[in-house]
């Protein structure tokens, strides 16, 4: 997409937006659109869509069709999210600034060209961008390259946040929970800059007050956390083998995390140290993007899996290396054995015998739309919580009430 006159987004001033205004030939303009106040609701958003379902584009809000600065009095940018995050489906990826002109306010809005295309309003049509103008899209064929781009997109977003399998044996892997997801930021050098200005001191000073050994450092463009260490009497496994989190350059993430027994004659595995690594992941996460949550994410393409090495019986109690770290915990441990025996006499020893995933091909949507149906607010805190929540991590888990 082009830049508005010839600057970076972050860098723009009013002056850069003044000048555009005179110079832009609107009338021609693929990529430019000027709207005032008074524009409706529907019509900014068929532009929204068309710009999202094309190659980007920038609609300046408060500027009369004759490149007059008339300001906003009824839109402000607030109800610009709204709009865009409540009329279209999915949440496309764009960015709002404000410039004021002597007691004039111009909104102008950057919407990227869509990773997830098509981008329908809620009237339930689909728009694109021809010449200057946004038209709806009638030709299935048109329709038919759209939603083949998309599968293409989606693919590569899946294929990015992919980990390759375990091959190898180990006695003491049961299996393994994979979680990845793709953040699309409303503007990527915005995500950019959050991640090459993470001071990774301080993260690892404020990771060792919960985990007591772990490794944190940058590899290529990511950075990547592991807690903890795995090996065998041999050495160190391979690659992958291992408790880890990926954190990309653009927020978007990858990690594993081992489900492990080390007693040969005990199949069981205890779940309560994987969700502890996630916690942790969380940390280490949101201490170095958190930033960017909520307004500089438009959404995220999420999934989770289970993969099962051997069979196993999950539970959940404090081990050592939980109590190492919470020492205040253990008075729970009778509770919960307890309370995990009493669940067995009704319903039998758990087994996970088989592989699972969430959703059963490709990825699932996390954004504002999605938040509120589960019933949730829309802030960094739950949209986090979304991305490192995994229904795997709680197998075993068996309320102490069940004992009462």
Same mark, same amino acid.
Not at 171 to 177: A, L, Q, R, T
Not at 193 to 206: P, Q, R, S, Y
């Given at each position: 997409?082009?830049?508005?006159?010839?600057?970076?987004?972050?860098?723009?001033?009013?002056?850069?937006?003044?000048?555009?205004?005179?110079?832009?030939?609107?009338?021609?303009?693929?990529?430019?659109?000027?709207?005032?106040?008074?524009?409706?609701?529907?019509?900014?958003?068929?532009?929204?869509?068309?710009?999202?379902?094309?190659?980007?584009?920038?609609?300046?809000?408060?500027?009369?069709?004759?490149?007059?600065?008339?300001?906003?009095?009824?839109?402000?940018?607030?109800?610009?999210?709204?709009?865009?995050?409540?009329?279209?489906?999915?949440?496309?990826?764009?960015?709002?600034?404000?410039?004021?002109?002597?007691?004039?306010?111009?909104?102008?809005?950057?919407?990227?060209?869509?990773?997830?295309p098509p981008y329908i309003t809620s009237s339930g049509k689909i728009y694109e961008r021809l010449s200057s103008g946004s038209f709806a899209i009638k030709d299935s064929s048109k329709l038919s390259q759209i939603y083949n781009k998309r599968e293409q997109l989606l693919a590569k977003m899946e294929k990015k946040v992919s980990i390759p399998p375990v091959y190898e044996n180990s006695n003491n892997i049961y299996g393994y929970v994979?979680?990845?997801?793709?953040?699309?930021?409303?503007?990527?050098?915005?995500?950019?800059?959050?991640?090459?200005?993470?001071?990774?001191?301080?993260?690892?000073?404020?990771?060792?007050?919960?985990?007591?050994?772990?490794?944190?450092?940058?590899?290529?463009?990511?950075?990547?956390?592991?807690?903890?260490?795995?090996?065998?009497?041999?050495?160190?496994?391979?690659?992958?083998? *291992?408790?880890?989190?990926? +954190?990309?350059?653009?927020?978007? =993430? &990858?990690?594993?995390? $081992?489900?492990?027994?080390?007693?040969? !004659?005990?199949?069981?595995?205890?779940?309560?140290?994987?969700?502890?690594?996630?916690?942790?992941?969380?940390?280490?996460?949101?201490?170095?993007?958190?930033?960017?949550?909520?307004?500089?994410?438009?959404?995220?393409?999420?999934?989770?899996?289970?993969?099962?090495?051997?069979?196993?019986?999950?539970?959940?109690?404090?081990?050592?290396?939980?109590?190492?770290?919470?020492?205040?915990?253990?008075?729970?441990?009778?509770?919960?054995?307890?309370?995990?025996?009493?669940?067995?006499?009704?319903?039998?020893?758990?087994?996970?015998?088989?592989?699972?995933?969430?959703?059963?091909?490709?990825?699932?949507?996390?954004?504002?739309?999605?938040?509120?149906?589960?019933?949730?607010?829309? *802030?960094?805190?739950?949209? +986090?919580?979304?991305?490192?929540? =995994? &229904?795997?991590?709680? $197998?075993?888990?068996?309320?102490?009430? !069940?004992?009462?």
């Amino acid at each position: 997409m082009v830049n508005i006159n010839g600057k970076e987004w972050m860098n723009l001033t009013p002056a850069d937006i003044q000048s555009a205004i005179s110079e832009i030939d609107f009338d021609e303009s693929f990529y430019f659109e000027l709207k005032d106040d008074r524009v409706s609701p529907k019509k900014m958003m068929e532009e929204v869509s068309a710009f999202s379902n094309t190659f980007g584009g920038y609609i300046f809000l408060g500027v009369s069709d004759d490149k007059q600065i008339e300001g906003c009095a009824e839109w402000n940018e607030q109800r610009i999210h709204t709009a865009i995050h409540d009329s279209i489906t999915p949440t496309p990826s764009f960015d709002v600034k404000k410039f004021t002109f002597d007691t004039s306010v111009v909104y102008v809005i950057k919407i990227d060209e869509g990773s997830e295309p098509p981008y329908i309003t809620s009237s339930g049509k689909i728009y694109e961008r021809l010449s200057s103008g946004s038209f709806a899209i009638k030709d299935s064929s048109k329709l038919s390259q759209i939603y083949n781009k998309r599968e293409q997109l989606l693919a590569k977003m899946e294929k990015k946040v992919s980990i390759p399998p375990v091959y190898e044996n180990s006695n003491n892997i049961y299996g393994y929970v994979d979680i990845g997801f793709t953040l699309v930021a409303s503007d990527i050098q915005v995500a950019i800059d959050t991640f090459n200005g993470v001071d990774l001191k301080a993260i690892a000073e404020g990771l060792a007050t919960e985990m007591p050994s772990f490794n944190l450092s940058y590899v290529g463009n990511s950075i990547v956390y592991t807690p903890g260490g795995v090996s065998t009497q041999n050495g160190h496994l391979p690659a992958h083998t *291992n408790n880890f989190l990926e +954190i990309m350059a653009d927020g978007s =993430s &990858r990690m594993r995390i $081992l489900l492990i027994n080390n007693d040969p !004659e005990d199949s069981s595995v205890n779940m309560t140290l994987p969700m502890v690594i996630l916690s942790s992941y969380k940390k280490a996460y949101t201490n170095i993007m958190g930033m960017l949550f909520p307004h500089k994410v438009a959404y995220a393409k999420k999934y989770e899996s289970l993969t099962v090495r051997k069979q196993f019986q999950p539970v959940m109690y404090y081990d050592d290396f939980v109590l190492e770290v919470h020492p205040d915990w253990q008075k729970d441990n009778i509770k919960m054995w307890e309370a995990i025996q009493n669940h067995r006499k009704i319903f039998g020893t758990t087994t996970i015998v088989t592989d699972d995933r969430i959703p059963k091909t490709g990825l699932y949507t996390i954004d504002k739309r999605h938040l509120e149906l589960w019933g949730k607010e829309y *802030n960094a805190e739950s949209i +986090i919580d979304e991305l490192f929540f =995994s &229904r795997y991590t709680t $197998l075993g888990a068996v309320s102490i009430s !069940e004992n009462d």
